[in-house]
């Protein structure tokens, strides 16, 4: 059974960093082809897409967010951990990681986190 | 930076068929996905690589691609369909959502 769950902090102040961590289970970051990958949403809007990374450690970022982004995978622990820098009152939303299906291009996610709300204020 | 484009809202009744569109120059060269979000859940995908239905998907649930657009259809529409529905696709290097359709089952 695949499962994955984000954690990290509910509320982060102006300029600071967020770090958020995924935890996975049921397939390996190890696995040829295997990627997570990171989505965002804010309260009442669209998803957007943050980042991915792959097992052969290939990353991706948001074009848009690369600046700020940084994704790393932890193959022994099962773990994904996204950092964003210099957060803002915009940044704040539910934020997923999510495992894609296969390991065509583009990625379709097929296994969703229950998502984790971060509040940016101050 | 590359764009999808979807109607904010799509309206049916019980029992018609539904049809969301999704817009992008890529599309023709990039497999699109599509999304069902329900309020306060994660997405679940829905359709896959234009036409594809996961399993476990209703087969009412269907895809399509016409050049720069791609179509979400959703025949015999039921109530707990009433959902945001997304598109997802890339360009080159940036993987991109449209800006969702609410489905309305009146």
């Known amino acids: 059974q695949i499962t994955l769950k984000e954690s990290g902090p509910t509320l982060v102040k102006p300029t600071q960093t967020l770090t958020l961590t995924c935890t996975f289970s049921g397939f390996s970051l190890s696995t040829s082809g295997v990627g997570v990958g990171w989505i965002r949403q804010p309260p009442g809007k669209a998803l957007e897409w943050l980042a991915l990374i792959y097992w052969n450690d290939d990353k991706r970022y948001s074009p848009s967010l690369k600046s700020r982004l940084t994704i790393t995978k932890d193959t022994s622990k099962n773990q994904v951990v996204l950092t964003m820098t210099n957060m803002d009152p915009v940044d704040t939303a539910t934020y997923y990681c999510?495992?894609?299906?296969?390991?065509?291009?583009?990625?379709?996610?097929?296994?969703w986190g229950q998502g984790t709300l971060v509040t940016v204020s101050s | 930076s590359y764009e999808l484009t979807q109607p904010p809202s799509v309206s049916v009744s019980p029992g018609q068929t539904a049809r969301i569109t999704c817009s992008g120059d890529a599309l023709p060269k990039q497999y699109a996905y599509w999304y069902q979000q329900k309020p306060g859940q994660a997405p679940v995908l829905v359709i896959y690589?234009?036409?594809e239905r996961p399993s476990g998907i209703p087969e009412r649930f269907s895809g399509s691609s016409s050049g720069t657009t791609v179509t979400l259809t959703i025949s015999g529409v039921q109530a707990e369909d009433e959902a945001d529905y997304y598109c997802?696709?890339?360009?080159?290097?940036?993987?991109?959502f449209g800006g969702g359709t609410k489905l309305t089952v009146l």
């Open positions: 690589k234009d036409s």
């Open positions: 997802q696709s890339a360009d080159s290097s940036d993987v991109v």
């Open positions: 999510a495992l894609p299906l296969g390991s065509g291009y583009p990625p379709a996610f097929d296994y």
